[in-house]
């Protein structure tokens, strides 16, 4: 069965670096096709794509967020992280890690999410 | 950026009729086309993929069509457990910048 969940903090402040982890079982990041990605939405608004990372540890980044962000991943871990720099209150959104496979290369398996809220 | 545009951003429809929701892209994506439910509190369910070629576990139901710019899916007869918020996403990109359009929500009329 294939999981991933993601964990980081809830509350951050403004200038702050968010740092979210994504653990995910029931597949191996070392597989060729398979990716890992980050995707986040504020409340009540859409889906937004921030970032991934593949098999082969090349990464991927949003045009609007690529100077902030950074993904990285631990395969013995079976771990991947993004760091997010500089918060900002418009960077409140609930952070999911969802996985690509080759077949389907869409987002088929989803984190739960964690929320995060950046004030002061 | 390839933008993604939903339709209706609001669809009413009773149970048991049929429901068609409209994706449209700024630029071809081909047959690189995704759809997702979302329910409150929950984490989007991956639908359809290839535009046109339904996740596992997914009701025959649901069914996805087009290629190019114009998208749609369709719940042939809707269940109560149907109503939702639904989201196209493309990744026709390589290397991928993926989008999503801006959701349909879909509630009983």
């Known amino acids: 069965q294939v999981t991933l969940r993601e964990s980081g903090p809830a509350l951050v402040k403004p200038t702050q670096t968010l740092t979210l982890t994504c653990t995910f079982s029931?597949?191996?990041?070392?597989?060729?096709?398979?990716?890992v990605s980050w995707i986040r939405q504020p409340p009540g608004k859409a889906l937004e794509w921030l970032a991934l990372i593949d098999w082969d540890d090349d990464k991927y980044y949003s045009t609007s967020l690529k100077t902030r962000l950074t993904i990285s991943k631990d395969t013995s871990k079976n771990q991947v992280v993004l760091t997010m720099t500089n918060m900002d209150p418009v960077d409140t959104a609930t952070y999911y890690c969802?996985?690509?496979?080759?077949?389907?290369?869409?987002?088929?398996?989803w984190g739960q999410g964690t929320m995060v809220t950046v004030s002061s | 950026e390839i933008v993604m545009t939903q339709s209706p951003a609001t669809l009413s429809v009773s149970p048991g009729e049929r429901a068609t929701l409209s994706c449209r892209a700024s630029?071809?994506?081909?047959?690189?086309l995704a759809w997702y439910q979302q329910k409150p509190g929950q984490a989007p369910r991956l639908l359809i993929y290839?535009?046109?070629t339904r996740a596992t576990g997914i009701p025959a139901r649901f069914s996805g069509s087009g290629s190019g710019t114009e998208f749609t899916l369709t719940i042939s007869s809707l269940q109560s457990e149907d109503f939702a918020v639904y989201y196209c996403?493309?990744?026709?990109?390589?290397?991928?910048?993926?989008?999503f359009g801006q959701g349909t929500k879909l509630e009983i009329k």
């Open positions: 996403q493309q990744y026709n990109n390589w290397p991928p910048v993926y989008t």
């Open positions: 630029q071809s994506v081909s047959s690189n």
């Open positions: 029931g597949f191996s990041l070392s597989t060729s096709g398979m990716c």
């Open positions: 969802a996985r690509t496979a080759p077949d389907p290369d869409a987002f088929d398996i």
């Open positions: 290839g535009a046109s």
